[in-house]
C-alpha cells in the first residue's frame, strides 16, 4: 500500500457564502413572533370566551407557530456564538436543525391534545358565540397573511455573478466573484407553517359560519380534529427531515452513486465516501481513493454540486 496523502480544504479557499439571507431571516423572525404571539393570545382567550374549539384550535396551532418562530429566532441568536461555535467541530450550524426538531415534537403533542378537546366537544357541544368567534378568525387570518408577507419578503432582491468559466484542471478553480445563496430551512418550514396556519384559520371560518348560518354546530369541533390533522402531518415531515440532518444522512438533492461512478471514470477507484450536511451552506465530505497520482481535495472538489456551498472535504488518497 501506498503512502496515505492527506488533504484538508481551507474554508478560505471555499465558495463565498452569502450568509446575508440568514441575518434577514432573523429579522423577519423576530417581527412574525411579535405578531403571531399576539395574536395567539388573543385568540386562545376568544376561543374559550366563545365556546368555539375550531377558533381555539386555530389559536393553539397559532400558539405552536409562535414557539417554533420563538425558537428559531433563540437558536439563530446562540448560532453567533463563538463560545459555541469553539466548542463544536464543524461550528454551530447544528442548531437551526435542532431547533427545529424540537419545536415539531411539541407540535406532535399539540395536535393529540387538540383531538382529546376536539372530541370531547363533540360529545358534549357547547354554545358558540358566532359573531365574536367569527370576527376573531377574520382578524387572526389577516395576520397569518402579514405574517407570510413579512417572512416571505425580499427572498430575491439580490443576486451574485457566477461566472462560466470554471477550471477544473488538477484543482485549480476560480470563484472569487462567485457566491452560492444559502437555502435556510429553518426559514422555510416557518414560512410553510405559517401558511398551514391561515389555511386552519380557513377552516375554522367555514366552521363558524356554517355553524351561524345553516346550525351546523358539530362542523366546529370537526375543524378542529382536522386543524390538529395539519399540524401532525407539518411536524410529522419537519421531524423527519431534521432527524436525517441531524443524524447525518446524506445530502438527497443529488445522486451519491453518480459522484462515485463520475470520480471512477478517471481510473480511479473510490473505496469510501461520505458526505453529510453540517450547517447551513456548508458540509463535510469524506472521500478515500486508490489513485496513481496525488490531486488533492481541490481537485476533488469539482466532482460535487455547487449547491452544497462551503465543502470541507478530507480525501485520503492511496
Same mark, same amino acid.
Given at each position: 500500500?501506498?503512502?496515505?496523502?492527506?488533504?484538508?480544504?481551507?474554508?478560505?479557499?471555499?465558495?463565498?457564502?452569502?450568509?446575508?439571507?440568514?441575518?434577514?431571516?432573523?429579522?423577519? *423572525?423576530?417581527?412574525?413572533?411579535?405578531?403571531?404571539?399576539?395574536?395567539?393570545?388573543?385568540?386562545?382567550?376568544?376561543?374559550?370566551? *366563545?365556546?368555539?374549539?375550531?377558533?381555539?384550535?386555530?389559536?393553539?396551532?397559532?400558539?405552536?407557530?409562535?414557539?417554533?418562530?420563538?425558537?428559531?429566532?433563540?437558536?439563530?441568536?446562540?448560532?453567533?456564538?463563538?463560545?459555541?461555535?469553539?466548542?463544536?467541530?464543524?461550528?454551530?450550524?447544528?442548531?437551526?436543525?435542532?431547533?427545529?426538531?424540537?419545536?415539531?415534537?411539541?407540535?406532535?403533542?399539540?395536535?393529540?391534545?387538540?383531538?382529546?378537546?376536539?372530541?370531547?366537544?363533540?360529545?358534549?357541544?357547547?354554545?358558540?358565540?358566532?359573531?365574536?368567534?367569527?370576527?376573531? *378568525?377574520?382578524?387572526?387570518?389577516?395576520?397569518?397573511? &402579514?405574517?407570510?408577507?413579512?417572512?416571505?419578503?425580499?427572498?430575491?432582491?439580490?443576486?451574485?455573478?457566477?461566472?462560466?468559466?470554471?477550471?477544473?484542471?488538477?484543482?485549480?478553480?476560480?470563484?472569487?466573484?462567485?457566491?452560492?445563496?444559502?437555502?435556510?430551512?429553518?426559514?422555510?418550514?416557518?414560512?410553510?407553517?405559517?401558511?398551514?396556519?391561515?389555511?386552519?384559520?380557513?377552516?375554522?371560518?367555514?366552521?363558524? +359560519?356554517?355553524?351561524?348560518?345553516?346550525?351546523?354546530?358539530?362542523?366546529?369541533?370537526?375543524?378542529?380534529?382536522?386543524?390538529?390533522?395539519?399540524?401532525?402531518?407539518?411536524?410529522?415531515?419537519?421531524?423527519?427531515?431534521?432527524?436525517?440532518?441531524?443524524?447525518?444522512?446524506?445530502?438527497?438533492?443529488?445522486?451519491?452513486?453518480?459522484?462515485?461512478?463520475?470520480?471512477?471514470?478517471?481510473?480511479?477507484?473510490?473505496?469510501?465516501?461520505? +458526505?453529510?450536511?453540517?450547517?447551513?451552506?456548508?458540509?463535510?465530505?469524506? &472521500?478515500?481513493?486508490?489513485?496513481?497520482?496525488?490531486?488533492?481535495?481541490?481537485?476533488?472538489?469539482?466532482?460535487?454540486?455547487?449547491?452544497?456551498?462551503?465543502?470541507?472535504?478530507?480525501?485520503?488518497?492511496?
Amino acid at each position: 500500500m501506498k503512502t496515505n496523502a492527506l488533504a484538508h480544504c481551507n474554508q478560505a479557499d471555499e465558495l463565498a457564502v452569502d450568509f446575508e439571507e440568514i441575518e434577514r431571516n432573523e429579522r423577519r *423572525t423576530l417581527w412574525a413572533v411579535f405578531l403571531t404571539f399576539g395574536m395567539m393570545i388573543l385568540e386562545i382567550a376568544a376561543g374559550y370566551w *366563545t365556546g368555539s374549539m375550531a377558533l381555539l384550535a386555530d389559536g393553539y396551532h397559532m400558539a405552536s407557530h409562535a414557539g417554533a418562530l420563538g425558537i428559531s429566532f433563540f437558536v439563530y441568536k446562540l448560532t453567533k456564538s463563538e463560545s459555541i461555535k469553539s466548542r463544536l467541530s464543524f461550528g454551530s450550524g447544528k442548531l437551526l436543525p435542532l431547533g427545529a426538531y424540537t419545536s415539531a415534537i411539541g407540535l406532535g403533542a399539540m395536535s393529540v391534545w387538540m383531538v382529546v378537546e376536539s372530541v370531547e366537544r363533540l360529545m358534549n357541544p357547547s354554545t358558540i358565540q358566532f359573531n365574536q368567534a367569527i370576527a376573531i *378568525t377574520v382578524l387572526g387570518l389577516a395576520v397569518n397573511v &402579514l405574517t407570510a408577507f413579512i417572512l416571505g419578503s425580499g427572498g430575491h432582491k439580490h443576486s451574485h455573478a457566477h461566472g462560466d468559466d470554471h477550471n477544473h484542471d488538477h484543482g485549480s478553480h476560480d470563484h472569487s466573484h462567485e457566491k452560492v445563496k444559502v437555502e435556510d430551512h429553518n426559514h422555510k418550514s416557518a414560512l410553510f407553517h405559517v401558511i398551514a396556519d391561515a389555511l386552519t384559520s380557513v377552516l375554522a371560518l367555514i366552521a363558524l +359560519i356554517a355553524g351561524k348560518y345553516f346550525g351546523i354546530s358539530w362542523l366546529d369541533p370537526l375543524m378542529g380534529v382536522l386543524g390538529a390533522v395539519v399540524i401532525l402531518k407539518w411536524a410529522y415531515t419537519l421531524l423527519k427531515d431534521t432527524a436525517w440532518e441531524l443524524l447525518d444522512g446524506h445530502p438527497k438533492s443529488f445522486s451519491l452513486k453518480e459522484v462515485k461512478e463520475t470520480i471512477e471514470a478517471t481510473a480511479a477507484k473510490v473505496i469510501d465516501l461520505h +458526505i453529510w450536511k453540517v450547517g447551513p451552506g456548508n458540509h463535510a465530505v469524506k &472521500l478515500v481513493v486508490i489513485n496513481e497520482q496525488r490531486y488533492g481535495s481541490e481537485y476533488y472538489k469539482q466532482y460535487f454540486p455547487k449547491h452544497l456551498g462551503s465543502v470541507h472535504m478530507v480525501v485520503e488518497e492511496r
